[in-house]
């Protein structure tokens, strides 16, 4: 029986050998960390992240990969599930479904201090873990020469620490491929016994998210333990060692000897011994990845509530709630005086919407021209 050609192109199963002679040679990877963390998590043993590149772990362990095809299907930057994914999620533009909008920052005096805007993330992790609803969160640090490290945090202790923006790749879902590898003194603090009854809440770029999401539609492990997907706007995202090297020719400080940048209009640096300095973010055009100036997802419309500053007052946080879920962590945070509204709340949210699909079209097609 003769088969036709769409019906062969369709059994085609594409695996890392696509992925990564179509994503990850070609630079669109953008270092999520999904294809390593649902390969490693099922101790396939094939590949590593090194880097911010995923790779094989050696020759020996390519012959270790059985073709199943989900690193592939997963990667947010292949076209797999798309219309799936918009369909369950009631995505049909490019800012994604939107239930409501929300301008608000913390009541919380010392998240506020070190926060990137309104401390909206920071905040939600933090009454999650107080009202018992999470059992880890999913958030990022610097290491000592401010590289983003992504960890599986299990208190609220470490909050403070993780509050802020890092403008270089933080791999957010690479921690997942050692689920298995939480200690049993930490499940029993919970009071569970198994790894699959942990409750996490994942903070992420718009890619991650969707790279989560992509793996929840196709009930996949490890991406089953997340309960709550926290989006950052995200316009761009800047590759570790250029950047470092463009900001080090600007200052003349090491990332060893700073202490944390931060973008408000334009880019600034501040160093361990509380100098500021600005630099045209235009200067860091060269340290921008190429998978972020082909990116279209400004406000991460696979997740349960995004949080970004465009459209708030300075020290607020827009909040974009895209499901009950949300809605309901929202009002939780504003009920039991976590957040406070702003004095000046959008007052049609329809008008906001298309106000803001004109901005973020106009932002998304200059930065493709860069
Ligand atoms: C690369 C990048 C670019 C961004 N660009 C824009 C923009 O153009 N416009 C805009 O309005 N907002 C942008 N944001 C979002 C903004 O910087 C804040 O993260 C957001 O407003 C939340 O503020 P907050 O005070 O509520 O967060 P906080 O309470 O300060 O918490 C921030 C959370 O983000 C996590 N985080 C920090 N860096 C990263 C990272 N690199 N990857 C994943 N998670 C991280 C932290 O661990 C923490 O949990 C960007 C964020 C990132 C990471
Ligand atoms: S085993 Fe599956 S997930 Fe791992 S590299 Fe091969 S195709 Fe990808
Ligand atoms: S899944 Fe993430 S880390 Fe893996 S190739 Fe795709 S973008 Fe890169
Ligand atoms: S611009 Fe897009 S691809 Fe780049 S980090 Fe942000 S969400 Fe990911």
Redo the contacts with the bound molecule.
């Keep these: 029986m003769n088969e036709s050609k769409t019906e062969k192109k369709k059994k085609i199963i594409k695996v890392f050998v696509s992925l990564n002679r179509e994503i990850i040679k070609t630079e669109l990877c953008c270092a999520c960390g999904a294809c390593v963390a649902y390969c490693d998590g099922q101790d396939f043993n094939v590949i590593k992240m090194e880097d911010f590149t995923p790779q094989y772990k050696s020759n020996e362990t390519k012959r270790n990969c059985t073709l199943c095809g989900m690193c592939y299907s997963i990667c947010p930057q292949t076209d797999t599930l798309r219309e799936e994914l918009n369909e369950s999620l009631k995505i049909n533009n490019e800012i994604g479904h939107i239930d409501n909008l929300v301008i608000a920052k913390t009541t919380n005096s010392s998240?506020e201090k070190?926060?990137?805007?309104?401390?909206?993330?920071?905040?939600t992790?933090q009454y999650l873990f107080d009202e018992n609803r999470i059992d880890a969160a999913i958030?990022?640090?610097y290491d000592k020469d401010l590289k983003?490290s992504?960890k599986i945090i299990f208190n609220k202790e470490a909050l403070l620490k993780?509050?802020?923006?890092?403008?270089?790749?933080?791999p957010?879902i690479l921690p997942l491929k050692d689920l298995n590898k939480i200690s049993q003194e930490i499940l029993m603090d919970k009071g569970i016994n198994e790894v699959d009854q942990l409750r996490v809440a994942f903070?992420?770029?718009p890619c991650?998210a969707k790279a989560v999401r992509k793996m929840q539609f196709l009930n996949l492990k490890p991406a089953h333990v997340i309960k709550y997907i926290i989006g950052?706007?995200?316009?761009?995202?800047f590759h570790y060692d250029k950047l470092y090297e463009l900001l080090e020719k600007e200052t003349n400080f090491k990332p060893s000897d700073m202490k944390r940048t931060f973008?408000d209009k334009k880019f600034f640096v501040q160093t361990k011994d509380d100098k500021e300095f600005e630099v045209l973010l235009k200067n860091l055009d060269p340290a921008v990845r190429k998978n972020c100036l082909n990116c279209d997802d400004?406000t991460a419309k696979y997740s349960d509530i995004s949080?970004?500053?465009?459209g708030a007052s300075k020290g607020y946080?827009?909040i974009v709630i895209r499901n009950k879920k949300g809605q309901e962590i929202i009002d939780d945070l504003l009920n039991n005086n976590y957040i406070e509204k702003s004095s000046s709340p959008i007052e049609d949210i329809n008008e906001w919407i298309e106000k803001k699909k004109s901005l973020f079209k106009r932002m998304i097609s200059i930065k493709k021209k860069k």
């Design positions: 998240i070190v926060a990137q805007d309104g401390g909206i993330v920071t905040t992790l958030v990022s640090f983003p992504p993780s509050a802020g923006t890092r403008y270089s790749i933080s957010q903070v992420g770029t991650q950052l706007f995200c316009f761009e995202n973008i400004f949080v970004g500053s465009v946080s827009m």
